[in-house]
């Protein structure tokens, strides 16, 4: 589960500083060469903690953040610029204004009075019914003409503030107005931790993911050198309190440590310097017959090594 949620948060961390590349770089070259260098940054941020311990790895881990940081803070900055263009779009879309744009506009160019200055003007000069009648007409469509430029000038006024109030994110908004703050001000920190967070989660859960191969745990049916070293010496030890056949000195005794007699025996057998008997045991050890036989069946509920 960790491994798999570490690969998800890497592989959005490398998207995002992929496609900010992709908005900084000019040519197709200096985009996909961006994108590499972006990704490499990336990747060191999330796996250095996790692979190396030494004190040059955390400072070049540190200019990566910072490096991945700004990455990731280009991203968002440019994502919330297209999401504005998007809003504002669809707002001027729901309020109708670019259709009624657009009549207007149709409906001024299919008039060819003249301005309605020049008509009034001609219109006082002129004495003829018939002319009079025409400039009438003309003067009409004069003042219609200039009725929808001003139509026109009011819904682009209109365009204009709604491009201006859909490309604001309202939360944004809201958050600038409590805290007494500029809305360019709130964008930059709230991306910087977004861009942090992105990054040291990644690091932490890389170094779950690693940190439990770099222990190797010893196979179970081999004992420990520092063990078996102390079992031999402890060995070595017994055999001299071991009685000459041809002597009468009683043994010294042995103290009683199940545990240790056990995985001695154990070690002592599988070295050949004792028999797997009762017998055996009891002139290796140097002990009772009683003693002997509690090791002997100790020694079968632990099975020597193959």
């Known amino acids: 589960m960790i491994r798999t949620l570490a690969i998800f948060v890497t592989l959005t961390a490398t998207a995002m500083a992929a496609v900010a590349a992709w908005d900084r770089g000019g040519t197709m070259v200096d985009k996909t060469l961006l994108i590499s260098m972006s990704v490499v940054i990336v990747l060191a941020v999330h796996l250095l903690p996790a692979i190396s311990r030494k004190p040059a790895a955390w400072a070049v881990w540190f200019f990566c953040l910072l490096s991945a940081t700004y990455g990731h803070l280009t991203f968002l900055v440019h994502s919330h610029e297209r999401a504005g263009q998007l809003r504002s779009v669809e707002s001027i879309q729901s309020l109708g204004i670019e259709h009624q744009i657009q009549l207007a ?47 026109i000038l009011r819904l682009s006024s209109e365009r204009s503030n709604a491009e201006i109030t859909g490309q604001t994110d309202p939360v944004t908004q809201k958050l600038a107005s409590v805290l ?3 809305e360019q001000s709130i964008l930059v920190a ?10 040291l989660i990644g690091s932490l859960l890389w170094v779950e993911v690693l940190k439990g191969k770099e222990g190797v745990t010893a196979p179970s049916n081999v004992v420990p050198a520092a063990v078996t070293q102390s079992v031999t010496e402890s060995s070595n030890a017994s055999v001299t309190q071991v009685p000459d056949r041809q002597s009468n000195a009683v043994p010294a005794p042995v103290p009683h440590q199940s545990n240790d007699d056990v995985t001695q025996l154990k070690v002592a057998v599988e070295l050949g310097k004792c028999k797997p008997t009762v017998a055996g045991i009891r002139a290796y050890f140097g002990c009772s017959t009683s003693k002997a036989s509690e090791l002997r069946r100790a020694l079968d509920l632990h099975p020597l090594s193959a």
Request: avoid cysteine.
């Open 105 to 151: 506009e149709k409906a001024l160019a299919e008039i060819k009075a003249r301005p309605q200055a020049v008509v009034a003007a001609d219109l006082s000069k002129e004495a003829d019914r018939r002319v009079r009648a025409a400039l009438n007409v003309e003067l009409s469509e004069a003042k219609k003409a200039s009725n929808l430029r001003d139509e």
């Open 180 to 182: 007494s703050v500029t």
């Open 190 to 199: 709230v991306g910087l931790t977004f861009a942090v967070l992105v990054e």
